[in-house]
C-alpha cells in the first residue's frame, strides 16, 4: 500500500497562490499515474491535474494556465502549484495515486480562497 501525506492548503485572496505537497511512499517514477483531485462541499471529487510516470500532465479545463503540477523524483513528492486563485477553486484537495489494481488516497488539505 503507498501512502501519501499532502500539506500546503491554507486561506488565501482570490488572485494568490498556494502550493500544495504530496509525499508519497514509493518511488513515483514506478507508479503510472499520481495525481491532485478536489471535493467542494455538496459535489462530486473530481480530477484537477495528474501527471504520468512518463511525465504526461492533464489538467481540469479550468485550471488550465493557472495550475501547474511538477514532481520531485529524489523527494518522492508531487506539487500543484495554483495560482491566480478563484473562489471556485475552495475545496479538499486530494492526493492521488493509481498503479494497475492500486488505488490509494491521501489525507485531504483544505484550499479556501476568500473574494
Known amino acids: 500500500q503507498v501512502q501519501l501525506v499532502a500539506s500546503g492548503g491554507g486561506l488565501v485572496q482570490t488572485g494568490g497562490s498556494l502550493r500544495l505537497s504530496c509525499a508519497v511512499s514509493?518511488?513515483?517514477?514506478?507508479?503510472?499515474?499520481v495525481g491532485w483531485y478536489r471535493q467542494a462541499p455538496g459535489e462530486q471529487r473530481e480530477s484537477v491535474a495528474t501527471?504520468?510516470?512518463?511525465?504526461?500532465?492533464t489538467y481540469k479545463d479550468s485550471v488550465k494556465g493557472r495550475f501547474t503540477i511538477s514532481r520531485d523524483i529524489a523527494k518522492n513528492t508531487v506539487y500543484l502549484q495554483m495560482n491566480s486563485l478563484k473562489p471556485e477553486d475552495t475545496a479538499v484537495y486530494y492526493c492521488?495515486?493509481?498503479?494497475?489494481?492500486?488505488?490509494?488516497w491521501g489525507q485531504g488539505t483544505q484550499v479556501t480562497v476568500s473574494s
Open positions: 492521488h495515486v493509481l498503479h494497475h489494481s492500486l488505488n490509494s
Open positions: 514509493a518511488n513515483i517514477l514506478g507508479l503510472d499515474v
Open positions: 501527471v504520468t510516470r512518463y511525465a504526461i500532465t
